[in-house]
């Protein structure tokens, strides 16, 4: 683009460009351990590794893998939920130069049969409690090894002892391995591994397939290269220079199967040296609220349904849990509507900007600079990233500022395309006469003069109203936000598919309310044919692990009630 006018929004300290070596991702660990080798890299519970340690295990496990054969270009699933064994897998996974397979820990055995069977993963590493899943799975896929872990194993004694005695067998986690020599159990492999042999490794080449779409179609894995993941840590950091390298205290919340966790909570934080506070299910509030009392984070990467529920808890808003440690949040995975942004400033004093990303772009191409505040925006592309709106009919012609359209990104985040998938990925990714790569989101954004982006919606996500009106669910689940008693908003448009749809929202509230003082507070916020007809209570909304809303989860059950 000849003109970047987002620019003019980058404070002091920031760069327009970022200027970078490509190496593979482990070294950013390798580098940390020895700028920082007795500073603390992760929390989990009540045990803790320094960076020097943590570098040591996933020595450990690397040789340990390439004992079973494993080695560069190779896929390796990895299917935890977050604990210290997630961080030395991916590790591990890099330093020799194979493929990392994040599968979500809440996917069926089929759904992770499918998933590695398509990546054509030799081996996984897996919670023991996931363990039964792959055990089923496994005549369906090409695995040839699998390293099970039991989450107890980073507890110290204590909570282990009692772990072992109470909850263990009863949770599932107690698995027998004696019948199967392909499977070995973790701590055993680290005990037994000899010294890694050092392993040549492109930073060009692929480091993760990360599937996503799942929620719209067939999934598909986004080859994201060491290159691309390193340039995204990067630009992260050099987005945030108020935030210090060696002294900040990241809370790991997000699950670090999905990009934006990888990127922000895990990648960002080894490169910064941050010490790290691992959270193994983020839907637990309490063991939340008790992490952030207890080890006083000053960074926390969420999304707006945490966000939301964290603001609105009780023992929050009465001064019980101090989160007072809390400077700096960014939203991503989901639009953040602006009423929970309000919410959680004026309750935690933290600052929450919003950021965009998408796992196609490693995953953040856009945020709002952390000493500015522009609610109801994306904010600004990142340094080395370009974007633009193009139509939405054909997707080719560049709109002027101000217009709506499909927002494209350029950049060294953009992946080198979908494994094995040709023409999905010739759809994703256009070239420019000029040579330039540009990936088409399928998101609907406006840009204004000052360069700051504005998500409208998914493209596939718009509602076909009656009378020919395009109608997009984000700015009706926005207003739905604004009304105190709305904790989730949901809306789709119905007869699914049709062409003459009426709009209906899923709301899961707070304190008791009447659908018709919901549809009157939308009245006085929207146009006609915005206003909900239909609003459906729940207790809760469907959601991805990340905490995402599933319209289309809310889709297929409409679907099937029509049908009936």
Request: hydrophobic content about 40%.
């Amino acid at each position: 683009m000849s003109t970047r006018p987002w620019h003019t929004h980058y404070t002091d300290g920031m760069s327009a460009t970022i200027d970078f070596e490509p190496r593979p991702l482990d070294h950013l660990l390798a580098e940390a351990a020895g700028r920082w080798p007795n500073r603390t890299a992760l929390v989990f519970f009540d045990h803790s590794l320094t960076f020097a340690e943590l570098d040591r295990d996933v020595d450990r496990l690397a040789g340990a893998l390439q004992a079973k054969g494993i080695g560069v270009g190779d896929r390796v699933s990895v299917f935890m939920p977050n604990c210290p064994q997630t961080v030395i897998a991916y590790e591990a996974i890099w330093r020799i130069g194979a493929i990392a397979v994040p599968s979500n820990p809440l996917y069926t055995a089929t759904e992770f049969a499918h998933q590695a069977s398509d990546a054509g993963s030799r081996a996984a590493i897996v919670l023991s409690l996931m363990y039964p899943r792959v055990v089923e799975a496994w005549p369906e896929t090409s695995l040839e090894h699998v390293f099970v872990t039991n989450i107890k194993e980073y507890f110290k004694g204590p909570m282990r002892a009692l772990f072992t005695i109470l909850r263990e067998k009863k949770d599932g986690h107690r698995v027998d391995l004696s019948d199967e020599p392909r499977a070995s159990w973790f701590q055993d492999a680290l005990d037994d591994a000899p010294e890694p042999v050092k392993a040549t490794v492109d930073p060009e080449a692929t480091a993760v397939l990360m599937y996503t779409g799942g929620t719209t179609g067939v999934p598909k894995g986004a080859e994201l290269s060491h290159r691309n993941l390193l340039a995204n840590a990067v630009q992260v950091a050099a987005f945030a220079p108020e935030l210090t390298p060696g002294a900040e205290v990241a809370l790991t919340a997000l699950p670090l199967t999905h990009s934006y966790s990888i990127t922000v909570s895990m990648n960002h934080s080894l490169m910064q040296g941050y010490t790290q506070l691992v959270i193994p299910d983020a839907r637990d509030l309490n063991s939340i609220l008790k992490v952030i009392d207890k080890h006083k984070p000053t960074v926390f990467p969420g999304v707006p349904t945490l966000y939301s529920a964290i603001s609105r808890h009780r023992l929050v808003e009465s001064g019980k849990f101090d989160i007072s440690s809390i400077n700096f949040c960014i939203s991503g995975a989901a639009a953040l509507p602006p009423e929970v942004q309000r919410h959680f400033h004026e309750v935690t004093g933290a600052r929450l900007v919003e950021g965009y990303g998408l796992s196609e772009a490693s995953p953040v191409t856009h945020c709002n600079p952390l000493g500015e505040d522009h609610i109801g925006t994306i904010g600004v592309p990142l340094p080395s990233t370009d974007a633009r709106i193009v139509d939405e009919a054909t997707e080719t012609k560049v709109m002027p500022i101000g217009e709506r359209g499909v927002l494209c990104i350029s950049g060294p985040q953009v992946m080198k395309g979908y494994w094995n998938m040709p023409e999905e990925t010739a759809t994703a990714l256009r070239t420019d006469s000029d040579g330039t790569v540009w990936l088409h989101t399928g998101d609907v954004a406006v840009m204004d003069e000052t360069g700051l982006f504005r998500i409208v919606d998914r493209k596939k996500d718009m509602i076909l109203a009656s009378g020919g009106f395009n109608v997009y669910p984000r700015e009706i689940e926005d207003a739905l936000y604004e009304h105190p008693a709305v904790r989730e908003a949901g809306v789709i448009g119905v007869p699914v598919g049709g062409q003459n749809q009426r709009v209906k929202a899923f709301v899961a509230v707070d304190q008791p309310v009447e659908s018709d003082e919901l549809i009157a507070f939308c009245r006085e916020r929207l146009a006609r044919y915005k206003i909900p007809r239909e609003i459906e209570f729940r207790d809760e909304l469907p959601k991805t692990f990340v905490g995402k809303v599933l319209r289309r989860e809310l889709m297929a059950e409409e679907a099937a009630r029509e049908a009936e």
